[in-house]
């Protein structure tokens, strides 16, 4: 039974492995493309995922082995799902979402990953529970790290508010993009009427992928403008 025990908890441990880095590849295509989730949300989500699916499979070792044919007379799979049903509520509180910019993203991920830790140490899979905890750990801090040093496009968040009653142009609003070597996300662009005048906001994102678009240089090129009354440029953070 112990050789059993640990030959499971040595095979789920090696997955998380697994799930975690096919999670942070597919995390940074995400990033890279400037969008809300990235790195540590796809590895955390995908890792604490493999986790719950493979030790369902070896519900004859749960509780150290103390359940009947895998089934315990309060069926603990019922449990687990509402832990993990509850957790997931919580984690979407602590996720803001501002225009253009998602805060809390990965923190919610964290917390769902942890509620997983919590799961594997109640059915008493304590190494497969302390390698998924000190992955969690590493993804949050050194991949942190490792995203700064990868290759990825900045975004900006850019409100333009236009002189009363002037029709804006689109080409010529892309046009100032591409001076900074940008470009306007059209499906980003939303339109509202405030006092009298059309005010766009859209997401600008750079076309190199090694480059950082400042939001000075940007307003440099809407400053010549005279059709736009103000503007406001933030970069989008995640």
Request: glycine fraction near 8%; include cysteine.
């Amino acid at each position: 039974m112990i050789s059993d025990f640990m030959a499971a908890n040595a095979f789920i441990a090696s997955h998380l492995a697994g799930a975690l880095l096919l999670g942070v590849v597919v995390g940074y295509e995400r990033s890279y493309q400037g969008r809300a989730a990235g790195m540590r949300t796809y590895g955390l989500v995908c890792m604490a995922s493999a986790a719950v699916t493979m030790f369902v499979g070896y519900a004859h070792l749960w509780f150290q082995g103390s359940i009947t044919n895998g089934i315990a007379d309060a069926d603990p799979r019922s449990v687990v799902q509402g832990v993990l049903t509850g957790v997931g509520f919580l984690g979407a509180g602590v996720i803001v979402h501002d225009g253009l910019t998602i805060r809390g993203l990965t923190t919610a991920a964290s917390i769902w990953a942890v509620a997983v830790v919590g799961v594997l140490l109640g059915v008493g899979f304590y190494p497969a529970a302390l390698t998924l905890a000190l992955l969690c750990t590493l993804s949050l801090s050194v991949l942190n790290r490792v995203k700064v040093l990868l290759p990825a496009r900045s975004t900006l968040d850019v409100t333009l508010t236009f002189v009363p009653g002037h029709a804006p142009c689109l080409q010529d609003v892309e046009r100032r993009a591409r001076a900074q070597d940008s470009v306007v996300q059209r499906d980003s662009l939303t339109v509202s009427y405030s006092e009298g005048s059309l005010v766009w906001r859209f997401s600008v994102v750079a076309q190199d992928r090694i480059r950082v678009i400042t939001p000075a240089a940007l307003a440099d090129e809407f400053v010549a403008s005279q059709v736009m009354s103000s503007f406001s440029i933030v970069p989008v953070r995640f």
